[in-house]
C-alpha cells in the first residue's frame, strides 16, 4: 500500500512542455481520476509515473521513495493499457501470470493468485483462451486481471474504457470501482471522459495546458468549481455562461445580463460580490438544471422570466430547452410535461442559489 | 404461386447482377493472366525435368524438345553415383543453414534494437542498413579481394577458396534484407505490448524472446525463408572466390563440372539444376502461407 507523491514535475518534449509543473498528493487507498481535454497532460502524467516516460524535472515518490531513476519494474506498479495490450501469443492464464514468472514466484504462488484474480473478475472459464478469442469487455478483464495478481502498491489506469461501446462502458465502469472496493489499491486513472471521472473518483484532478485546474471531490467540483475551465468541463450538458454586470441599488446587488433580464443576487453571497460591481467581463455561470420551468411555489433566490425557446430537446426523463441571451446559446432543463415548444415563449425559472460569478478576464470563479 | 415467383425473380436479375457480372468478368480476367504466367513461368522447369529424363543422345538429336521417346533416369543415376556432387549438396546445405542461422541471429536482434530502443542516432542507422543492400554485390568483388588478403596478410588466415569463407560472405547480403523486413515486422507490434513487459519486469532481452519473436514469428519465418533462397542460389560470390572442386557449392558446382570446355552435357546440368531447385521449393511449399503473411504484414497492420 503507497501514496504518491508528485512535486513540481515537468515534462518537456524537445521544445513543447507536456506537464509544466504539477504538485499532487495521492493518499494510500485512494481512487484518483486525472481529467482533461486530449493533450492537457495527462496521460504523461501517468506514463511518468509508471516509469514509462523520463521526467525532464520534479520529483516522483511512491510509497514515500523517490522514483525518479527507478526503472518501470522496480516502481512495483500495474498498468493498464487502452488497447489493453494483452501478449497475443499467451492465453489469458499465461498473460495473468507473466510477470509473477519473471519474478520467479512459486508456481503454487502464482497459481492461486491467478485463480483468486480471475474470481474477483469473474472470467476462471476463459482462462485458457487466446486474447483474440475474447470480446473488447473480456480482454479488458484480463488486462485488470494482469494488474490485480502483481498485487502493486499503485494502479495506473490509460483510458481503459475508450475502446468500448457506450454500454459495456457504463458496466466496466461500475466494475473498477467493485474491483477498487475489493482490493483498495492505490489507483490513478485517466480519462476524457468527466463522466468516468465523477462516477469512479474520491478525487478527481482536472488538467488543463499541462497543469492542475483543481483537484477535490466530485461534488466539489460540480459545485464548487475554482475556474471557468472547470465549471465548463465538470457537467453534462455544460454550465450556461452569460455575460452580465453587477449592479449596486438600494444596498442590494443585482446580475444584470441585459436590459430586460437582472436578477437579485442571493443575500449570503453580497458581502463576497460586492467587490466586483461595475468591474468588466464578469460572467453568470449557471447549470442547466438550475433553469426550469416555473413552479407554483417559490423558493428564496428563485425568479421566473420569459423567454423565446429555439429549441427543444426531449431526452425522456427530462426535456432540454435552448434560448438565446446576450448572442449565447442557453440551455435549460424543463420537464418533460412542461409544454416546451419551439419557437413559443415559456416561463422559466433561474436558481440563483446556484450561481457562479466568474471573472473571464483570469478565468477564476468568484 | 411458387413458380410465378421464380420466374420474378429471374427476370429481375439482371437489375441487381451487375455487380456480379461484373465480379464474374474480373475473374475471367484474372485467370486468364494468371494462366498466362503460369505457363510463361512454369516452362522453363518443366523443360528441365523433360531434359532431365532423356539419354544425350535423344538431346543431341535435337527433335521435339517437348516430346521424350525413350524416358530414362540414367542422368539421376549419374549424378548421385558422382561423390563431387553430393560434396557441392553438402557444401551447399552447411552453408546455406549456417546463413540462415548467423543472419537471423543477427538481424531479429539488431531489427529489435533499432526498431524500438530509441538510442540516438537509430533512425539514420536503420536508413543506413537498407542503403548497404541496394549496393549490388559485383561491386564488393575487389574489396573483398583487397580485405582477404589483408586478413592473410595479418593473421595467416586464408579465406580465398575455402566453401566455409561463403558463411562469412553471404551475409553482407542477407543480414541488410532480413534486418529490414523484421525493422517493418517489430514496428507494426504496438509499443504498448512492450510497455506492459517492461512492467511486467521483463528485460529488453526477455521483452525480446518471450513477447516479440513469438508475435513476429511469420516475420521471421519470411527472413529465414528469403535468406535461406539467397544463401542456396548464390552465384557470383562462389564462383569469383572459390575454385577446387572440394570446395564448390552447388549452382556453381553443376556449371563449372558438368561443362568441358565446349561440351554441355546437358541431361545431367538439368538434373543437378532441379535437385538443386528442390530444397527451396519444398520450403516455399510448407511455408508459404507464413511467407506471404510476413511480407504483407507491415504494410497492412503498420
Known amino acids: 500500500m503507497a501514496q504518491v507523491t508528485l512535486r513540481k514535475v515537468v515534462k518537456k518534449y524537445d521544445e513543447v512542455l507536456a506537464v509544466r509543473g504539477i504538485d499532487l498528493d495521492i493518499s494510500d487507498k485512494e ?27 520534479g520529483d516522483i515518490a511512491i510509497g514515500g521513495h523517490v522514483v525518479n531513476d527507478v526503472p518501470p519494474k522496480d516502481r512495483d506498479i500495474a498498468m493498464v493499457f487502452q488497447n489493453y495490450a494483452l501478449y497475443p501469443h499467451m492465453n489469458v492464464y499465461e498473460n495473468m501470470s507473466f510477470g509473477l514468472k519473471l519474478k520467479k514466484t512459486p508456481k503454487d504462488v502464482i497459481d492461486q493468485r491467478v485463480k483468486q484474480a480471475a474470481q474477483i473478475l469473474d472470467i476462471t472459464e476463459l482462462l485458457d483462451r487466446k486474447p483474440k478469442q475474447l470480446s473488447g469487455g473480456q480482454r479488458q478483464r484480463v488486462a485488470m486481471g ?20 457506450a454500454k459495456l462502458r457504463v458496466q466496466m465502469r461500475t466494475e473498477i470501482k467493485k474491483v477498487h472496493q475489493k482490493v483498495r489499491t492505490t489507483t490513478v486513472y485517466v480519462t476524457h471522459d468527466q463522466v468516468e471521472a465523477m462516477t469512479l473518483a474520491d478525487r478527481v484532478v482536472v488538467m488543463n495546458g499541462g497543469l492542475i485546474e483543481q483537484v477535490g471531490s466530485p461534488n466539489d467540483l460540480y459545485h464548487s468549481p475554482a475556474t471557468k475551465f472547470v465549471a465548463g468541463f465538470i457537467g453534462s450538458p455544460a454550465m450556461n455562461f452569460i455575460s452580465c454586470q453587477l449592479e449596486q441599488a438600494a444596498g442590494a446587488l443585482r446580475v444584470r445580463l441585459n436590459d430586460t ?97 466568474i471573472d473571464d478576464s483570469t478565468g477564476k470563479v468568484l | 404461386m411458387a413458380n410465378t415467383a421464380v420466374a420474378t425473380g429471374a427476370s429481375t436479375r439482371p437489375n441487381y447482377g451487375s455487380m456480379s457480372r461484373d465480379r464474374t468478368w474480373a475473374l475471367r480476367w484474372s485467370y486468364f493472366f494468371l494462366v498466362l504466367f503460369a505457363i510463361f513461368f512454369l516452362m522453363p522447369p518443366i523443360y528441365m525435368l523433360i531434359t532431365s529424363l532423356k539419354t544425350s543422345a535423344e538431346i543431341s538429336a535435337a527433335k521435339n524438345p517437348w516430346f521424350i521417346s525413350n524416358p530414362t533416369l540414367q542422368n539421376y543415376i549419374d549424378l548421385l553415383s558422382q561423390n563431387q556432387f553430393l560434396v557441392f549438396f553438402r557444401n551447399s546445405a552447411i552453408v546455406s543453414i549456417c546463413v540462415v542461422i548467423l543472419t537471423m541471429l543477427i ?88 510497455e506492459a513487459a517492461l512492467i511486467d519486469g521483463a528485460t529488453w532481452m526477455q521483452t525480446l524472446t518471450k513477447i516479440f519473436i513469438p508475435v513476429a514469428l511469420p516475420g521471421i519465418i519470411a527472413a529465414t525463408i528469403f535468406t535461406f533462397t539467397v544463401a542456396w542460389a548464390q552465384f557470383l560470390y562462389p564462383l569469383a572466390f572459390t575454385t577446387s572442386t572440394s570446395e564448390l557449392v552447388l549452382p556453381v558446382g553443376i556449371i563449372t563440372t558438368l561443362i568441358k570446355g565446349d561440351v554441355f552435357n546437358w541431361g545431367q546440368i538439368m538434373t543437378g539444376a532441379l535437385l538443386g531447385a528442390a530444397p527451396p521449393l519444398i520450403i516455399y511449399a510448407f511455408l508459404m502461407d507464413y511467407y506471404i503473411a510476413g511480407l504483407t504484414a507491415g504494410a497492412t497492420k503498420g
Request: a negative charge; proline letters at 6%; charged letters at 15%.
Open chain 1, 146 to 165: 494482469r494488474a490485480i495478481v502483481r498485487d502493486p502498491k499503485v494502479f495506473l489506469f490509460d483510458e481503459p474504457l475508450s475502446n468500448l461501446d
Open chain 2, 107 to 194: 538481424s531479429v536482434i539488431a531489427a529489435f534494437a533499432l526498431a524500438r530502443m530509441k538510442f540516438w542516432g537509430s533512425a539514420t542507422l536503420a536508413t543506413g542498413v537498407f542503403l548497404t543492400y541496394l549496393i549490388p554485390e559485383t561491386l564488393l568483388f575487389i574489396p573483398l579481394f583487397k580485405m582477404f588478403a589483408w586478413v592473410n596478410e595479418t593473421f595467416g588466415i586464408q579465406l580465398m577458396n575455402h566453401w566455409w569463407t561463403m558463411i562469412i560472405l553471404y551475409p553482407t547480403l542477407t543480414v541488410p534484407f532480413a534486418t529490414w523486413i523484421m525493422i517493418g515486422y517489430f514496428a507494426s507490434i504496438p509499443k504498448e505490448l512492450d
Open chain 1, 31 to 57: 481512487f484518483i481520476v486525472l481529467v482533461g481535454p486530449s493533450g492537457c497532460g495527462k496521460s504523461t502524467t501517468l506514463r511518468m509515473i509508471a516509469g514509462l516516460e523520463e521526467i525532464s524535472g
Open chain 1, 261 to 357: 433580464l437582472s436578477f437579485p443576487v442571493p443575500a449570503d453571497r453580497t458581502a463576497r460580490y460586492t467587490a466586483h460591481v461595475g468591474k468588466p467581463s464578469l460572467m453568470l455561470g449557471l447549470r442547466p438544471e438550475h433553469i426550469t420551468e416555473t413552479k407554483p411555489h417559490t423558493e428564496s433566490n428563485q425568479h421566473d422570466f420569459d423567454m423565446l425557446i429555439d429549441v427543444v430537446e426531449p431526452m425522456g426523463m427530462e426535456t432540454l430547452v435552448y434560448f438565446t441571451v446576450n448572442g449565447r446559446e442557453i440551455c435549460g432543463r424543463v420537464n418533460p410535461n412542461a409544454g416546451a415548444e419551439a419557437a413559443q415563449s415559456m416561463t422559466l425559472r433561474a436558481d440563483l442559489s446556484n450561481m457562479h460569478l
